[in-house]
């Protein structure tokens, strides 16, 4: 699957708000380290979010930095496992969740599929995307992409 591949630095969202959040997060920060050919090779801290475009309780939300082998469509089925795993259910568009991966950005990549964008759409528009992401990554976000959304309830724990 992913011998030979040359490693891509990816960037993975994570965030539950059901349940223990905070430990469902921390739970797959673990989950992703064992995940093949993959290392996670920073992880964000913690922050608490104000459901955006859903409802149900406030979010508990991180960024991790992996190196992986796995081509984006093979990590993104690894994510939806671990999801599942979680006991991710998608009874309708954006509902509460035991726990919710996204894959925000794969190297350099710009992959538009019937089943992943990358980078992922809707990232610039979310502070709980954006802000652990720019305390891993401050290359990677903008400072007009963080005053667009400093109006979004958030706090790192």
């Known amino acids: 699957m992913a011998e030979g591949r040359d490693l891509v630095v990816a960037y993975v969202a994570l965030g539950a708000n059901l349940g223990d959040a905070a430990a469902a997060v921390q739970a797959a920060m673990d989950a992703l380290a064992l995940l093949p050919s993959t290392t996670v090779t920073r992880r964000s801290a913690l922050y608490r979010s104000a459901p955006f475009e859903a409802a149900g309780p406030d979010f508990i939300n991180a960024v991790v930095e992996i190196s992986t082998r796995l ?19 998608r009874p309708y568009r954006n509902a509460p969740r035991t726990l919710d991966l996204d894959l925000l950005l794969y190297g350099a990549a710009s992959i538009a599929s019937l089943s992943l964008t990358v980078p992922h759409p809707r990232m610039a528009q979310r502070a709980f995307v954006l802000l652990p992401l720019a305390e891993m990554a401050p290359q990677r976000v903008s400072a007009a992409q963080l005053d667009a959304v400093r109006d979004q309830s958030i706090a790192r724990l």
Do not use: I, N
């Not at 496992?81 to 979680?86: K, L, T």
């Open 71 to 89: 081509s984006a469509p093979d990590l993104l089925t690894q994510l939806q496992a671990v999801e599942f795993e979680a006991g991710r259910e």
